[in-house]
């Protein structure tokens, strides 16, 4: 059974830092891209960081660039996001997301994690 | 990038009932090269990570009711559930992979009238 598992969440200071970690479970992790799609409260989704099988190819949203990196560790099966420089705007359930297009060249999401709520507020 | 807009932003249907739900894509999601068009519907219940109900406009996800159809070409498109049950409550969402930085819509809120 695939299974994706955030984690890493909580509440953070306007400017400071969080990394979100997504263990994953019941399939070849290193064969697929990952993405991060977050929520805000109350509101719709929004792609955030995508990144490939071998980690080598990342994409990040423009609002988020220069501020967020994503990665991945195959042996740990695990996806990660570093999140710096976190403003109020940033605040969100964080979903990590399983791409079913092995090439990433027409990027859907059949698994999802169950969310890790990030508040940024002093 | 491409913006996605959905219409209604709610709607009401009584159970057994037809619920329509529209998506406008900015410009085309249509592939001339394999005639595919690259849009994808989800549903998201109250509290839950979205699901995966329809690929490639009209493709259904295996397990997905077959009251769940999805149509449309080019930059028109619909969700459409024939018979309203009460599971289907939830906020549904349209999604382009035409371009591989994907983008959804605001969300279709479907309740019971």
């Known amino acids: 059974e695939v299974q994706l598992v955030e984690s890493g969440g909580g509440l953070v200071q306007p400017g400071g830092s969080l990394r979100l970690s997504c263990a994953a479970s019941?399939?070849?992790?290193?064969?697929?891209?990952m993405h991060w799609v977050r929520q805000a409260p109350g509101k719709g989704l929004f792609w955030v960081s995508r990144i490939n099988g071998n980690g080598v190819s990342t994409r990040n949203a423009d609002s988020v660039k220069g501020r967020f990196t994503i990665s991945r560790d195959n042996a740990k099966n695990t996806l990660y996001l570093q999140m710096n420089s976190l403003t109020a705007d940033d605040t969100a359930v964080y979903y990590c997301a399983r791409d079913m297009s092995l090439s990433g060249d027409d990027p859907r999401f059949d698994y999802w994690g169950q969310g890790a709520l990030v508040t940024v507020s002093s | 990038d491409i913006v996605m807009t959905q219409s209604p932003d709610s709607l009401a249907v009584s159970l057994g009932e037809r619920a329509t739900i529209n998506c406008k894509s900015s410009q085309t999601i249509l592939y001339s090269s394999s005639n595919k068009n690259y849009l994808a519907w989800y549903q998201q219940k109250s509290g839950q990570p979205p699901k995966l109900l329809i690929s490639?406009?009209?493709i259904r996800e295996s397990g997905v009711p077959d009251r769940f159809s999805g149509s449309g070409s080019g930059t028109d498109f619909t969700l459409t559930i024939s018979s309203l049950q009460a599971e289907d409550v939830a906020v549904y969402y349209c999604?382009?992979?035409?371009?591989?930085?994907?983008?959804f819509g605001q969300g279709t809120k479907v309740e019971i009238k």
């Open positions: 490639w406009a009209s």
């Open positions: 999604q382009q992979y035409y371009n591989t930085l994907p983008t």
């Open positions: 019941g399939f070849t992790f290193s064969n697929y891209w």
